[in-house]
C-alpha cells in the first residue's frame, strides 16, 4: 500500500475508532440511568410507604403497585443494564484506546514499519466490532459522534 493510501486510511480509522468510543460511552451513560430509574421505581413501588399509602384507595390502585413492581423487577432482570453497560464501557475505553494507537501511528507515518503497525492495530478493532455487534446502531448517533472526531481531530492537526 502506497504512504498516500496509508495515510488516508489511518486518519479514517482514527476518526471511526474516536466515533465508537464515544458512542459508547454515551450507550454506557444510557444504560446506567435505565438501570437507576428503575432500581428507584421498584424500590418506590414495592416500599411499605407505598403499601401504607395504598390502604386508603380502591382495590384497583392496591394492585398496581406490587403488579409494577413485580414488572419492574422482572425488566430488570431480562433487560441486563447493568451487564451492557460493563460491556459498553469496556468496548469504549478498549475503542479509545485503539484511537490514541491509530494517532500515534498517525504522527509517525514515515517509519518503516508503519504498514504492519497499521495492520495489528485494524486486527484489533476487528475483534472488538464483533463484541460490539450486540448493541444498537444508531445511525443519528454514531454520524454525531463521527463529526465531533472529525471536528476536533481537524482542529488539532489543521
Request: without cysteine; aromatic residues 16%; charged residues 20%.
Given at each position: 500500500m502506497?504512504?498516500?493510501m496509508l495515510r488516508k486510511i489511518v486518519w479514517e480509522e482514527m476518526l471511526l475508532a474516536d466515533m465508537r468510543a464515544n458512542?459508547?460511552?454515551e450507550l454506557l451513560r444510557s444504560y446506567q440511568a435505565k438501570d437507576r430509574w428503575l432500581r428507584i421505581a421498584c424500590l418506590v413501588a414495592s416500599s411499605g410507604a407505598v403499601a401504607t399509602a395504598l390502604t386508603q384507595l380502591d382495590v384497583t390502585a392496591k394492585l398496581a403497585a406490587p403488579i409494577?413492581?413485580?414488572a419492574t423487577s422482572f425488566w430488570l432482570l431480562i433487560s441486563q443494564y447493568g451487564s451492557l453497560g460493563r460491556d459498553a464501557g469496556d468496548?469504549?475505553?478498549?475503542w479509545a484506546a485503539l484511537g490514541r494507537d491509530y494517532e500515534r501511528l498517525w504522527n509517525n507515518l514515515s517509519n518503516s514499519n508503519s504498514e504492519t503497525t497499521y495492520h495489528q492495530i485494524y486486527d484489533r478493532g476487528e475483534a472488538l466490532s464483533r463484541a460490539g455487534?450486540?448493541?444498537p446502531?444508531?445511525?443519528k448517533r454514531l454520524s454525531y459522534w463521527l463529526d465531533q472526531a472529525a471536528a476536533l481531530a481537524t482542529a488539532r492537526y489543521a
Open positions: 502506497d504512504g498516500t458512542y459508547f460511552a409494577l413492581a413485580t468496548l469504549q475505553g478498549s455487534a450486540k448493541f446502531n444508531k445511525k
